[in-house]
């Protein structure tokens, strides 16, 4: 049995009077790739900054390889956290970064560094104050990939990446996490480009999780069933329903849960069209506005 990477119960964060993470329990298993998702500021960097001892929990237990990441430079040695709004010293090259990261990362492969520099056209000899922001992404995104460090956070820092770049960065963090094998945890508004990455999801809203599960399991665990308003009442009555949205007699209506082949049938003989749901709309639903405005429905009711 391999031990977690992370173990947090009860985790806690405020500032001042506004909890911005709300006593979450969650497990992060070795070598696997996490998605750590949710709208702005639902506390994904807040609680990425506990799990790399940035930042202390105000209560709740927390351990990062087994032990509290804040207080143990052994934990901290294993770790690296790449930020999209990463700062460097000022007379430093991107070359310069690259030179130093081998004192922070153990495991820095400086032959695959070389090779991503390549592969993103990164003016390695350039100061990073002059560096465009797609290319002072990269520089943030080398550091991570040819760290392989056990335990990496990528915040987002892929942001000023241009498309190509992206999948770059998604192409060869799949290559290397094949023979490499780490632990990985992507938080990104880009959810569509990066769900066949995921092998695990943790969706976060205000504070809170609100879905923690296999990616494999997320993926066709809703469905969207679509036609007259009167056969799709009668098909989802009883069954939850994350989403809603009518336009004269026709109604779209995402559902929660698997659809067995009894289902589909039924759907077939009401005349409904059923698609599956992306991560990404899956997640709308869930921490969209639909779904505040009709729970609130529901509790009026
Ligand atoms: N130093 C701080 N002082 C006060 N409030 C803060 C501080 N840092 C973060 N917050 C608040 O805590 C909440 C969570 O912030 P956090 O940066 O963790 O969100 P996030 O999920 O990473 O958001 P985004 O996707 O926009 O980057 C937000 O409401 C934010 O305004």
Redesign the pocket.
């Known amino acids: 049995m391999t031990d977690t990477a992370v173990q947090a119960s009860g985790l806690t964060k405020r500032?001042?009077a506004?909890t911005?993470?709300d006593g979450v329990d969650f497990t992060i298993e070795p070598n696997r790739i996490y998605g750590l998702l949710?709208?702005?500021?639902?506390?994904?960097?807040?609680?990425m900054?506990m799990l790399t001892g940035q930042l202390f929990p105000d209560d709740g237990t927390l351990q990062v390889f087994g032990r509290e990441p804040a207080e143990h430079a052994d934990v901290l040695r294993k770790l690296c956290f790449i930020a999209e709004s990463q700062r460097y010293p000022d007379m430093f090259t991107a070359a310069d970064v690259f030179a130093a990261a081998p004192w922070f990362h153990e495991n820095w492969d400086e032959a695959f560094a070389t090779r991503l520099i390549a592969d993103f056209r990164l003016p390695a000899k350039r100061r990073i104050k002059k560096l465009s922001r797609g290319q002072l992404s990269a520089v943030g995104v080398i550091v991570g990939l040819a760290s392989r460090a056990p335990l990496t956070f990528f915040?987002?820092p892929y942001l000023g990446l241009d498309a190509v770049a992206r999948h770059i960065f998604y192409d060869r963090l799949l290559e290397d996490y094949a023979e490499n094998p780490r632990t990985i945890v992507l938080?990104t508004?880009l959810i569509d480009e990066v769900a066949n990455l995921l092998e695990h999801v943790i969706l976060?809203d205000q504070?809170r999780i609100i879905l923690d599960r296999d990616a494999e399991e997320v993926r066709g665990s809703a469905s969207t069933v679509a036609g007259p308003t009167a056969a799709i009442e009668a098909f989802v009555a009883d069954r939850p329903v994350i989403g809603r949205q009518t336009l004269g007699g026709l109604a779209s209506v995402t559902i929660d849960g698997r659809l067995d082949p009894a289902d589909r049938q039924r759907a077939a003989e009401l005349g409904l069209e059923l698609a599956p749901v992306s991560l990404q709309q899956l997640i709308i639903h869930l921490t969209g506005d639909d779904l505040a405005a009709s729970s609130e429905g529901e509790e009026a009711a």
């Open positions: 500032y001042g506004f911005a993470v949710g709208r702005n500021g639902a506390g994904k960097t807040t609680i900054q915040d987002e938080s508004h976060i504070g």
